[in-house]
């Protein structure tokens, strides 16, 4: 997968991809990145991607032409997946990084500064926001979709945790333990210390039954409980 980011800030994206598992997904080339300095399409002598909006207002905007131009000069043809990032859309979910974690390439416009030019929507396929709440920009947001994106072409992690994670699909992770099998008073579940597979499932499946019933109840009201989920989380409310 080709992923071209536009920005403003290129500077903003180098620990980024040159860290950790990112870092990784690049060496072993699942994934390309290229990022673009905007402002190396303006035609402008002094470089201006910005100007005032019209009707008045506060702050600058992103011009439409400049990012435009960015844009065309770096897709491969019309149908290339753009995604531009916004405040103004309803905020990323998991199934959306997997579906977009399909394209063979996308390009992700950062707004910046107050925005950009209304006009520019008509070239993107889709605005993606990670949460209501304002940013400065839309660099964080993109490095989100980036990240959580690569991880999924990522066949370090895709086979087991993977699995784990559509097994348990919109429900929050179980509680994981490593050694010292105590710590302060505090020990590790018994049934985790013994080598009993079905019973480690179905703990595990009741304990992220009640992380979410605790912490996410809204995430329990939009699925579909299975037999075996509802007697859990029956035991989980009468333990409670
Ligand atoms: N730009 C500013 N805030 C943002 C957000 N929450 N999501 C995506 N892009 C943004």
Avoid: W
């Amino acid at each position: 997968m080709k992923i071209t980011v536009l920005t403003l800030f290129p500077q903003m994206y180098e620990g980024f991809l040159n860290a950790s598992i990112i870092k990784r997904i690049l060496d072993k080339k699942l994934a390309e990145i290229k990022v673009v300095d905007i402002r190396d399409y303006s035609l402008d002598k002094h470089r201006h991607v910005d100007d005032t909006p019209y009707g008045g207002g506060a702050g600058m905007l992103m011009k439409v032409d400049v990012v435009h131009r960015a844009l065309l000069n770096n897709i491969s043809n019309d149908y290339t997946y753009t995604v531009l990032t916004s405040p103004k859309a309803r905020p990323l979910k998991q199934s959306d990084l997997e579906r977009l974690s399909k394209l063979d390439e996308m390009v992700i416009i950062c707004g910046h500064y107050e925005g950009i030019d209304y006009r520019i929507e008509r070239y993107v396929d889709e605005k993606v926001s990670i949460g209501d709440y304002v940013l400065t920009g839309g660099e964080l947001p993109s490095m989100v979709l980036i990240d959580g994106i690569l991880r999924l072409l990522d066949e370090g992690i895709s086979a087991d945790s993977l699995k784990e994670e559509s097994f348990t699909a919109d429900l929050l992770e179980y509680p994981q333990y490593t050694r010292p099998v105590e710590y302060n008073g505090d020990s590790v579940p018994e049934v985790l210390q013994n080598g009993n597979h079905e019973l480690i499932r179905k703990y595990n499946l009741k304990m992220a039954l009640k992380e979410t019933l605790i912490n996410r109840p809204d995430l329990l009201e939009n699925r579909q409980l299975s037999e075996e989920e509802r007697k859990l989380l029956a035991e989980v409310v009468s333990e409670m």
